[in-house]
DNA sequence: GTATGGATCTTCT
DNA sequence: GAAGATCCATACA
């Protein structure tokens, strides 16, 4: 069962630390969020910062619906949008531990080592195979889909967000502690994260 | 182990 | 025309 609508319409910060846990779904990979980073049109890092375009309407859409965009031409991003239609909010999924469809995803990635297959906001959508046709999908009806975590909520890190320009100050990277399938343990140079609260866990 | 540069394309100015 | 929420191969210490 997919976690619904209203598990998105809330504050994206806090919709980015109950990510961490849940499980990526696409066909017959899936994958535990290890990692996330929270975007919100109130900072310039976002692109909804520049407000309504053709490229950031997905982030103007309902809650729960999958943004997908393509970076640096070359790799597929994937995010939840967050918030009400009215908010540009999105929480980009940033790294996976692989759960299932090891094969399928060993064989785009054309990459052995299980650490390699998701350790990065490129490398997890190639490895499910997501695709730019994804980009306004539901993520609550699929067939890209986010489902609760099972076990207990992982203990989080908070650290300055990775490969951006601005509002880098901005504590929205949420790790899992101890993960090693995280994309970098936090970003070199910076103090070390703090730990954070998680704020609730949904349902 | 760390540092550097190239690939490649959508979007906006 | 320039910038960008990246990854990987290569070079060097």
């Known amino acids: 069962m997919s976690l619904g609508p209203g598990f998105y319409d809330r504050p994206v910060v806090e919709v980015a630390q109950d990510l961490v846990g849940c499980v990526l779904v696409h066909g017959v990979c899936s994958g535990l969020i290890v990692e996330t ?6 900072e310039p890092a976002c692109h909804a910062y520049v407000g309504l375009t053709a490229r950031t309407s997905t982030l103007y859409r309902e809650p729960g619906t999958a943004y997908v965009y393509r970076s640096y031409g070359i790799h597929a991003l994937v995010n939840a949008v967050c918030e009400g239609e009215d908010v540009g909010a999105a929480v980009l ?4 531990e692989p759960l299932t469809g090891l ?4 064989e785009r990635r054309g990459q052995e080592d299980v650490e390699a297959l998701c350790s990065g906001p490129g490398k997890l959508t ?3 195979g997501i695709e730019l046709e994804l980009n306004a999908s539901s993520l609550v ?3 890209l889909r986010v489902l609760p975590g099972t076990g207990p909520p992982p203990a989080l890190v908070a650290s300055e967000r990775i490969g951006i320009t601005k509002a880098v100050d901005l504590p929205w990277r949420f790790s899992a502690v ?5 994309s970098r343990p936090w970003p070199p140079g910076l103090a070390a994260p703090r730990r954070v609260r998680r704020v ?4």
């Open 178 to 182: 101890g993960s090693r399938f995280v």
């Open 103 to 106: 094969d399928a995803m060993r």
């Open 37 to 42: 980073e929270a975007y919100h049109h109130t």
């Open 200 to 203: 609730r866990r949904a349902a």
């Open 126 to 128: 190639q490895a499910l």
């Open 93 to 96: 999924v940033r790294a996976l």
């Open 141 to 143: 009806t699929g067939p």
